[in-house]
Every structure is written in structure tokens, then in C-alpha cells.
């Protein structure tokens, strides 16, 4: 093989490993957006009478809504960070919720710098059964459903999440 082949495909594998890794650091919508939007905000901004027309209780909610809540690819004119940071009018508001952390806020500025992309209906699948697999079980109506959810018992969605991680 000629250097300059050798050099090609380094360069090929390097930036598709940089590439790849960079997509794995991307916050996903299922997994790291909406469960933050549920515990900050869809208590006022969901489906059945959204304060200010704003919903944020779904994607496309969030992207599609009256009040359309996130510029994609530009978090600086999202409605959603202007007023989680105070350059609105800040939500939630101090005295009825706990507010994001910076992190927190970091994590959604990035998902909508990389584009606010939706999952994919596989990833979304994956990251709810590894949600349910790893809730906490309510005692009382475990041991009344134990018969009839033998099969669906924890280890089972655990070893489904991972078939669909890969």
C-alpha cells in the first residue's frame, strides 16, 4: 500500500471514530431531554390547556406547538433556554418549582446546538424499557401482578434494552 493510501484511510478511521464518539456524547431526546421537561415543566405546559400555549409534554409539542418552544440548531433564540436562564420571563417560576440546573440547562443547549433531533423509534424503545427495568417496584401491586408478569420481571427488560442498545 502507497503512504499516501495509508494516510487516507488513517485519517478515514480517525474521524469516524471522532465522529461516532461525538454522536454517543450527544444528549438524546428520550433518554436526557424529556424526563428534565417532566420534572420542570409539564406539570403547567402539557396537553390539556398548556399555560401560554406552550407544550412541552411531547416532541412535537415542543417543535410543532403554537408557541414553538426551540429553534433547532440555535439555542440562543429557543424560547426554552431564554426563559429557563432568565432572558424571559423565567420558568419555572421560583415560587412554584424547583428550578434546572446549569448542567441541567447546559444538557438541553447542547441537544438543540446539535440539531434537537427526535430518537429514533428503536433508541426510544431502548430507553424506555431501561426506565421501567430500573424504577423502583411498588411492593403491594408487585407481588399482585407476580403471576401474571413472571416473564416481564426486571432481568428480562434489561436483557431487551440491551438487545435493542446494540
Not at 487516507?8 to 431531554?33: E, L, M, N, Q
Not at 440547562?105 to 447542547?110: Q, R
Not at 411492593?139 to 401482578?145: D, E, L, M
Request: with cysteine.
Amino acid at each position: 500500500m502507497r503512504p499516501t493510501s495509508v494516510l487516507t484511510v488513517a485519517g478515514i478511521v480517525w474521524f469516524g471514530i471522532s465522529g461516532a464518539a461525538r454522536a454517543a456524547d450527544a444528549p438524546s431526546f428520550t433518554k436526557d431531554i424529556q424526563p428534565l421537561l417532566n420534572r420542570y415543566c409539564v406539570q403547567c405546559h402539557a396537553q390539556t390547556k398548556p399555560k401560554a400555549g406552550v407544550r412541552l409534554d411531547s416532541y412535537e409539542g415542543i417543535m410543532n406547538g403554537r408557541r414553538r418552544a426551540v429553534v433547532a440548531g440555535d439555542p440562543d433564540q429557543s424560547r426554552l433556554i431564554l426563559t429557563m436562564t432568565g432572558k424571559g420571563r423565567l420558568m419555572p417560576p421560583k415560587k412554584t418549582n424547583p428550578r434546572p440546573t446549569a448542567e441541567e440547562i447546559e444538557t438541553i443547549k447542547t441537544w438543540i446546538k446539535n440539531g434537537a433531533k427526535k430518537d429514533d423509534a428503536k433508541a426510544a424503545a431502548a430507553a424506555m424499557l431501561r426506565e421501567r427495568a430500573t424504577a423502583p417496584i411498588d411492593q403491594p401491586a408487585a407481588q399482585a401482578r407476580a403471576d401474571s408478569l413472571s416473564l416481564l420481571g426486571t432481568p428480562f427488560l434489561l436483557k431487551l434494552a440491551r438487545h435493542y442498545d446494540d
